[in-house]
Nanobody
Framework: DVQLQASGGGLVQAGDSLRLSCAASGFTFSSSAMSWVRQAPGKQRELVASIRSGGSTKYADSVKGRFTISRDNAKNTVSLQMNMLKPEDTAVYYC?????????WGQGTQVTVSS
C-alpha cells in the first residue's frame, strides 16, 4: 500500500523555523515528483514547493527564499525546511506524490505560526 507519513508540524512564533518530513513507501519514490501543499482555513489548497525526480525544484512566490524542499531517495523521504515563518504560513501541510500513472496524498500536519 502507498503511504505518505508527514511529521514535524507544530506551534511556533513568527520568525522561527520548522522542518517537515514525509516518509514514503509503497511506490517507486525515486521516480516520483514530490510536493508540499498547504491549506489554510477557508482557503484553497496551495502548492508550496515541489521537487522532481531529477531534483529540480519549484516554489510558491510567497515562500521563495524562506522554504527549501529536498529529497533523500535512499531513505524515501522528502523534507521542507521552513525558515522565517510568518502567521500567514499557518495551514495544514500535505505531502503529495505524483508518478506516471497516478498520485497520492498523505495526511496533513498542522503548522501554526503565532504573531
Amino acid at each position: 500500500d502507498v503511504q505518505l507519513q508527514a511529521s514535524g508540524g507544530g506551534l511556533v512564533q513568527a520568525g522561527d523555523s520548522l522542518r517537515l518530513s514525509c516518509a514514503a513507501s509503497g511506490f517507486t519514490f525515486s521516480s516520483s515528483a514530490m510536493s508540499w501543499v498547504r491549506q489554510a482555513p477557508g482557503k484553497q489548497r496551495e502548492l508550496v514547493a515541489s521537487i522532481r525526480s531529477g531534483g529540480s525544484t519549484k516554489y510558491a512566490d510567497s515562500v521563495k527564499g524562506r522554504f527549501t524542499i529536498s529529497r533523500d531517495n535512499a531513505k524515501n523521504t522528502v523534507s521542507l525546511q521552513m525558515n522565517m515563518l510568518k502567521p500567514e504560513d499557518t495551514a495544514v501541510y500535505y505531502c503529495h506524490a505524483e508518478w506516471t500513472w497516478g498520485d497520492y496524498w498523505g495526511q496533513g500536519t498542522q503548522v501554526t505560526v503565532s504573531s
